[in-house]
């Protein structure tokens, strides 16, 4: 069963923009994170943000940040002020507390967004 | 730091061959993952060492499919009677072994096979 939905396969903007991509993930664990990554041209995964999920605040970290919405398991990732670099495909990815997978991510079918300058 | 670096980048391999894919994780790091990527399935778990023990190898193909960290410093993937459907991006992957702490990948292998 998919753990990690991605609905939005594509997702455009201008440059300025700002940009936000949805995730919805599924867990009976009451402790987990949610990472976000881009993933370059080139195939590199870049880490940009994580939400623990004890943490009722949304996370931010630059021109990244995320709204937490727990209760319906869904998770936005918002880039503000969206440029042409911005351009590559976005996974959310789900982390699992457990005594040996704590680190293991499930990842969503990414979507991929272009910046257009 | 040159982060995780993995080796080929590129690999072609005819059908029934066997490949070996290298990682060596960022120094330091304890834990080790290996991921498939294609365009069907997306990105899969395969699976994962912690101070160079197998710990999960939930993801791995049943046959074929072997795993190993020798040592602290590198860790491989190796496919055996290699098929076409075998074809994908491999990504390694480390992090320190304690939990809330960020994952790092390697550009990844790309495997082709013909």
């Known amino acids: 069963a998919q753990r990690v939905t991605q609905v939005q396969p594509t997702g455009s903007s201008q440059w300025g923009e700002e940009v936000t991509l949805d995730c919805s993930y599924e867990?009976?664990?009451?402790?987990?994170?949610i990472f976000w990554y881009r993933q370059l041209f080139s195939g590199e995964m870049v880490f940009l943000i994580y939400?623990?999920?004890?943490?009722?605040q949304n996370q931010r970290s630059g021109r990244y940040s995320v709204v937490f919405q727990k209760s319906f398991k869904s998770i936005s990732l918002v880039i503000s002020a969206s440029q042409p670099e911005d351009s590559g495909t976005y996974f959310c990815?789900?982390?699992?507390?457990?005594?040996?997978?704590?680190?293991?991510?499930?990842f969503g079918s990414g979507t991929k967004l272009t910046v257009e300058p | 730091n040159a982060g995780v670096i993995q080796t080929p980048r590129h690999k072609v391999t005819g059908k029934g061959q066997e490949a070996t894919l290298w990682c060596e994780p960022i120094?330091?790091?304890?834990?080790v993952f290996w991921y498939r990527q294609t365009i069907v399935q997306g990105l899969e778990f395969l699976t994962y060492?912690?101070?160079?023990?197998?710990?999960?190898d939930s993801g791995m193909p049943k046959e074929r499919f072997s795993a190993q960290m020798p040592n602290q410093s590198h860790s491989t993937l190796k496919i055996q009677s290699t098929q076409p459907q075998d074809s994908a991006v491999y990504l390694c992957?480390?992090?320190?072994?304690?939990?809330?702490?960020?994952?790092?990948f390697g550009k990844g292998t790309r495997l082709t096979v013909v």
């Open positions: 992957a480390s992090s320190l072994a304690q939990g809330n702490t960020e994952v790092f």
């Open positions: 867990t009976s664990e009451y402790f987990y994170r």
């Open positions: 939400q623990p999920s004890f943490d009722t």
């Open positions: 990815a789900l982390s699992e507390p457990g005594n040996s997978n704590y680190n293991v991510l499930y």
């Open positions: 120094s330091g790091h304890s834990a």
């Open positions: 060492f912690r101070n160079q023990a197998p710990i999960d």
